[in-house]
């Protein structure tokens, strides 16, 4: 491997190590990153179980044990840290995989001289804002434990870029596309079985989504890039997205049963949904829904600008996307619940709610 930030010619990365690489992001750039002849280790503390095991070399383990990760690093020369405690996790779990693990992961990559690793934060990192679109120099404020530990985790990565590395931080918007489940598999349920489906809000304000194979695209070239241009902090988004209302029909629509979007009162239905996650019976945690009903996107320009890079799928492609891999792929994950993106999560007391939208 040459590095690019002396020459300034393009980097070539001859072994990535993904952590999280049995996730749903981690598949997925896998799949981009063997398609561009670049070698994958995975480290996951989840089992591997897709077809393409045989071509990726599979380390199971934690990042929160150091001799695991430092174990992962041999033969590297590229590290994209997508490993993470999702929202739906204890908050313990959250700050010591979000924050304690990114630090192993930085201290073993600059032990072993591995000159870059790229940090998947997240744009949970910018809060409920009062103002759209969000710049990456606007003002950073976590909701909850997954917000703040994403904060603390890009603190991190600024201790290391000053030790020399080139650390590059991309904030994606929620992504979807093949895998995904999580969160996304209860509006895809009901869109499947034929119902209405409840938005909080008039739904007329504009949710920025982003494809998953957009954002490997944006890691990719943060991977190959000269570090003068990478190693800085990149918001990544669709570019083509309309009201929430509109993208959401856009599934319904493709569905085929007729049904629609039916907007909910904001103010009562969050107040409801912050007892019923107090009581434990609701699928959704606070930044979902106190966001929902509120304009949410950010400005792509810098990674427009530094990288090159180009959005492929507008938010209606997205959604409809991911719906197409579910449909086809639900004998595989129906009636599993759990807490990643890699299973659907548990609908709770919505799953009662579900019988109501059935009519127009």
């Known amino acids: 491997m040459s ?11 001859g072994t990535c190590l993904i952590t999280g690489g049995a996730g749903f992001l981690g598949i997925n750039l896998v ?48 590290v994209v840290h997508a490993a993470a405690a999702l929202p739906l996790y204890s908050a313990e779990e959250i700050y010591s995989t979000d924050v304690d693990g990114i630090r192993n992961v930085l201290d073993a990559a600059f032990q072993s001289g591995i000159d870059r690793t790229i940090h998947i934060s997240s744009t949970a ?11 990456e120099d606007d003002r950073l404020h976590g909701v909850g434990p997954y917000g703040e530990a994403k904060i603390e985790a890009e603190e991190i990565c600024e201790e290391y870029r000053e030790k020399g ?25 009901w869109a499947k079985d ?25 890691i990719f070239l943060a991977a190959s890039l000269p570090s003068s241009r990478v190693n800085d902090t990149f918001n990544i988004g669709a570019t083509e997205f309309a009201t929430m209302k509109e993208d959401y029909q856009a ?21 409801t949904l912050r007892l019923l996650e107090k009581l434990g019976i609701s699928p ?3 930044w979902v829904y106190e966001t929902a009903a509120t304009d949410s996107f950010v400005d792509v320009a810098k990674a427009q600008q530094l990288l090159g890079w180009k959005p492929a799928f507008s938010n209606q492609d997205a959604l409809v996307r991911n719906y197409v891999w579910y449909i086809e792929n639900l004998a595989s994950f129906e009636g599993s619940s759990g807490v990643s993106h890699r299973v659907p999560w548990s609908q709770g007391i919505l ?6 939208f059935t009519f127009p």
Request: aromatic share 8%; glycine share 10%; proline share 7%.
């Open 3 to 13: 590095d690019d930030g002396k020459s300034g010619g393009q980097r070539e990365v």
């Open 31 to 78: 799949r981009y990153l063997r398609e561009r002849g670049i070698q994958v280790v995975s480290l996951d503390i989840a089992p591997f179980d897709y077809p393409e095991r045989d071509s990726v070399k599979v380390l199971e383990g934690d990042i929160r044990d150091a001799e695991s990760v430092r174990a992962a690093m041999e033969g590297v020369d590229l």
């Open 125 to 135: 990192v910018y809060g409920i804002p009062d103002h759209h679109p969000l710049k």
């Open 165 to 189: 590395m080139c650390v590059p931080i991309i904030r994606p918007k929620s992504f979807v596309g093949p895998e995904r489940l999580g969160v996304f598999a209860l509006f895809y349920d």
């Open 194 to 218: 034929g119902k209405n489906f409840p938005m909080l809000g008039s739904g007329k304000n504009r949710y920025q989504l982003l494809d998953v194979e957009d954002l490997c695209s944006a």
């Open 251 to 271: 599934v319904l629509d493709f569905a085929g049963h007729g049904k629609r979007i039916i907007p909910l009162p904001a103010a009562p239905a969050i107040w």
């Open 284 to 286: 959704l945690y606070k």
């Open 351 to 356: 799953k009662l709610a579900k019988v109501l």
